[in-house]
T-cell receptor, first 113, second 111 residues
Framework: EAGVTQFPSHSVIEKGQTVTLRCDPISGHDNLYWYRRVMGKEIKFLLHFVKESKQDESGMPNNRFLAERTGGTYSTLKVQPAELEDSGVYFC???????????FGAGSRLTVL | DAKTTQPTSMDCAEGRAANLPCNHSTISGNEYVYWYRQIHSQGPQYIIHGLKNNETNEMASLIITEDRKSSTLILPHATLRDTAVYYCIVRFNTGGFKTIFGAGTRLFVKA
């Protein structure tokens, strides 16, 4: 079984540019989560999809962040325009509807210069 | 979700058992104790979870006190690759509840 896949593994952009991160969950997993870890801080919850619907987006920092999961398969997280404080590692995780164990991807490291 | 308290860091000698404590004095009756770990530059990894009975799997053992106010994660024979940040998380075991990470315990396994 393929795990959770995230792309790109590392992105370096300038302040004001746009970046789109992609997450492919484990096939058949209805639940998809985005987290991020800013340097020196704890891992923070961003949002939770159940299939294509946003179940909980209470952790999204501001309206520069847009997450989508069209069709309930892969998800994208767009940051537009990126700011310096957006730098960090963005993790995606998935779980199936009957389990509460999260399987995480390796993360996408975002560096905003 | 209930708050947990863990030591900031711990050391363990390679080959010895690593015992990582966690306090969760405000845990409610239906909340489970979960443990994850994050090895440097990797995504968090699930280790084990339990409600009130002790649990064991191929990675670790989880000992939960009878009053459920604290628990201990045991890595029976720690290796250098077990050096990581270990997170104790309390949450309901149903969908729709998010997993909240705290600061965790940074475990250093030394040769």
């Amino acid at each position: 079984e393929a795990g959770v896949t995230q792309f790109p593994s590392h992105s370096v952009i300038e302040k004001g540019q746009t970046v789109t991160l992609r997450c492919d969950p484990i096939s058949g997993h209805d639940n998809l989560y985005w987290y991020r870890r800013v340097m020196g801080k704890e891992i923070k919850f961003l949002l939770h999809f159940v299939k294509e619907s946003k179940q909980d987006e209470s952790g999204m920092p501001n309206n520069r962040f847009l997450a989508e999961r069209t069709g309930g398969t892969y998800s994208t997280l767009k940051v537009q325009p990126a700011e310096l404080e957006d730098s960090g590692v963005y993790f995606c995780a998935s779980s199936n509807s009957g389990a509460n164990v999260l399987t995480f991807g390796a993360g996408s490291r975002l560096t905003v210069l | 979700d209930a708050k947990t308290t863990q030591p900031t860091s711990m050391d363990c000698a390679e080959g010895r058992a690593a015992n990582l404590p966690c306090n969760h004095s405000t845990i409610s009756g239906n909340e489970y104790v979960y443990w994850y770990r994050q090895i440097h530059s990797q995504g968090p990894q699930y280790i084990i979870h339990g409600l009130k009975n002790n649990e064991t799997n191929e990675m670790a053992s989880l000992i939960i006190t009878e009053d459920r106010k604290s628990s201990t994660l045991i890595l029976p024979h720690a290796t250098l690759r077990d050096t990581a940040v270990y997170y104790c998380i309390v949450r309901f075991n149903t969908g729709g509840f998010k997993t909240i990470f705290g600061a965790g315990t940074r475990l250093f396994v030394k040769a």
